[in-house]
T-cell receptor
Framework: AQTVTQSQPEMSVQEAETVTLSCTYD???????LFWYKQPPSRQMILVIR??????QNATENRFSVNFQKAAKSFSLKISDSQLGDTAMYFC????????????????FGQGTILTVHP | KAGVTQTPRYLIKTRGQQVTLSCSPI?????VSWYQQTPGQGLQFLFE???????NKGNFPGRFSGRQFSNSRSEMNVSTLELGDSALYLC????????????FGSGTRLTVV
């Protein structure tokens, strides 16, 4: 069974600054995908960034980037130039790459980190 | 293109009643998954459907059921509602490969009184 841990229940940052959210996971799978989702007060979960475990290069999407350390099973999210609209709950999630059998559709989520961006 | 649509947005039901929630996936997405989100338990997987077949199920009692229609729309049903079923129910659709990522709807907020 996989587990995902987000050790920071809450974080805050000033507008325009940089913040890093932490995520660690545990799995015996050799290949898998990791995601960061954002859930603003509107409730809709929005995919921020994804990482394939077999790719060494860290994923980047505009102001969002990850630091993926496969050996350490760590997957942190860095938000640069923080904006007020980044205020939301952020979830780290995992799914095996060959999502067959008991893994179909089953994302395993961390408990989430509430990020507040202050003006 | 249209996103994942969940209806209704809010629902208030009485203990013992049953409820049906609906999810329309993104056009072309054949996989639909359901999740329950509560403050205490976080996001928990309910089940996943693909081409009208349930491929995976989470650890929820049999009161929770679902189905998927030929147009990929999905419904989930909860019978004999309990106070603990109060939650945000999220639906997600995908092209069905793990790495495609999942697009979520805005959820249905169910309150059981």
């Amino acid at each position: 069974a996989q587990t995902v841990t987000q050790s920071q229940p809450e974080m805050s940052v000033q507008e325009a600054e940089t913040v890093t959210l932490s995520c660690t996971y545990d799995t015996s799978e050799s290949n898998y995908y990791l995601f960061w989702y954002k859930q603003p007060p509107s409730r809709q979960m929005i995919l921020v960034i994804r990482q394939e475990a077999y790719k060494q290069q860290n994923a980047t999407e505009n102001r969002f980037s990850v630091n993926f350390q496969k050996a350490a099973k760590s997957f942190s999210l860095k938000i640069s130039d923080s904006q007020l609209g980044d205020t939301a709950m952020y979830f780290c999630a995992f799914i095996p790459a060959n999502a067959g059998g008991t893994s179909y559709g089953k994302l395993t989520f961390g408990q989430g980190t509430i990020l507040t961006v202050h003006p | 293109k249209a996103g994942v649509t969940q209806t209704p947005r809010y629902l208030i039901k009485t203990r013992g009643q049953q409820v049906t929630l609906s999810c329309s996936p993104i056009s072309g997405h054949r996989s639909v998954s359901w999740y329950q989100q509560t403050p205490g338990q976080g996001l928990q997987f309910l089940f996943e459907y693909f081409s009208e077949t349930q491929r995976n199920k989470g650890n929820f009692p049999g009161r929770f059921s679902g189905r998927q229609f030929s147009n990929s729309r999905s419904e989930m049903n909860v019978s004999t509602l309990e106070l603990g079923d109060s939650a945000l129910y999220l639906c997600a659709s995908s092209l069905a490969r793990a790495g495609d990522g999942y697009t979520f709807g805005s959820g249905t907020r169910l309150t059981v009184v």
